[in-house]
T-cell receptor, first 112, second 111 residues
Framework: NAGVTQTPKFRVLKTGQSMTLLCAQDMNHEYMYWYRQDPGMGLRLIHYSVGEGTTAKGEVPDGYNVSRLKKQNFLLGLESAAPSQTSVYFC???????????FGQGTRLTVV | DQQVKQNSPSLSVQEGRISILNCDYTNSMFDYFLWYKKYPAEGPTFLISISSIKDKNEDGRFTVFLNKSAKHLSLHIVPSQPGDSAVYFCAASSNFNKFYFGSGTKLNVKP
């Protein structure tokens, strides 16, 4: 049982490049989330999904897009990367919203 | 403006003693609180939770206390062990909505 798996673990992008972060969960959870963690800021919610085919904005959605075409996958896209998007990104899933979430191991993204 | 605050970025405790990690919140509508533990290069893992209908919840060496009037919760670890050294995040939500996280406290338990 892998839980929540994020791909890739590390990535360096040049300003203006695009990329997609993939999150996969095998727990049949309805709810999935993308967070970013920055020094001194804790975890901030970017986007979340309450089920297949649905997405919603979190606290810091600008510059990101998401898709949930399959229940087990939640994709986070950066269309035109900016240095301000240098961060550690965590995906999480939960059985219900507002209950304890299971996190992936994180993706460290650097935009130069 | 952060709705959940952990004002101590770090805490150092001797092995066997009590660790007390604090968390304050500003939104009086928050009614469910969680603590997560995070080791380097790993994602956060759930530790313990408390609902606003309680003021205390225990799980082994970990106890969370909630003071609703002060909008304050704390995590007590007794006795502290070197393996408890990690970053601890508190998180809060209202009406089973999305969570807001604090900035974390790095706990170092010295052998």
């Amino acid at each position: 049982n892998a839980g929540v798996t994020q791909t890739p673990k590390f990535r360096v992008l040049k300003t203006g490049q695009s990329m997609t972060l993939l999150c996969a969960q095998d727990m049949n959870h309805e709810y999935m989330y993308w967070y970013r963690q920055d020094p001194g800021m804790g975890l901030r919610l970017i986007h979340y999904s309450v089920g297949e085919g649905t997405t919603a904005k979190g606290e810091v959605p600008d510059g990101y897009n998401v898709s949930r075409l399959k229940k087990q996958n939640f994709l986070l896209g950066l269309e035109s990367a900016a240095p301000s998007q240098t961060s550690v990104y965590f995906c999480a899933s939960s059985y219900e919203v507002g209950t304890e979430a299971f996190f992936g191991q994180g993706t460290r993204l650097t935009v130069v | 403006d952060q709705q959940v605050k952990q004002n101590s970025p770090s805490l150092s405790v001797q092995e066997g003693r009590i660790s007390i990690l604090n968390c304050d919140y500003t939104n009086s509508m928050f009614d469910y609180f969680l603590w997560y533990k995070k080791y380097p290069a790993e994602g956060p893992t759930f530790l313990i939770s408390i609902s606003s209908i309680k003021d205390k919840n225990e799980d082994g060496r970990f106890t969370v206390f909630l003071n609703k009037s002060a909008k304050h919760l704390s995590l007590h670890i007794v006795p502290s062990q070197p393996g408890d050294s990690a970053v601890y995040f508190c998180a809060a939500s209202s009406n089973f909505n999305k969570f807001y996280f604090g900035s974390g406290t790095k706990l170092n338990v010295k052998p």
